[in-house]
């Protein structure tokens, strides 16, 4: 690989470096953003049970770390295999129901 090369593909890997850590403390302060409403109204929350900015922070601590990431994973599959199990289950309902017609 020419040194030419290599420097092109150096410059392009760091410039992906700083576009990843660009979105990383663009979506902080998308998150801090979300959560000030709830700090400056200066309530207890909705009818004082409980108080948003705490939940929000919880949630935002849980989608931007990696505590989720197989949850993440597992959820679409269970509901494609929920969709399959509803799909097999109609499936046989139907032969049933054409067997006990024909019968």
Do not use: C
């Not at 109204?41 to 049970?49: A, E, P, Q, S």
Request: aromatic share 6%.
């Amino acid at each position: 690989m020419s040194q030419a090369a290599r420097s092109n593909r150096e410059a392009r890997k760091r410039l992906l470096q700083l576009e990843a850590e660009l979105h990383r403390v663009e979506l902080s302060a998308s998150l801090y953003d979300i959560r000030a409403p709830f700090r400056r109204g200066g309530r207890d929350g909705f009818l004082g049970l409980f108080q948003p900015a705490k939940l929000l922070t919880l949630v935002a601590g849980l989608v931007a770390g990696n505590k989720l990431n197989l949850l993440s994973r597992l959820v679409p599959i269970g509901i494609g295999a929920w969709k399959a199990a509803t799909l097999i289950r109609q499936f046989f309902a139907r032969r049933r129901a054409a067997r006990a017609a024909g019968a």
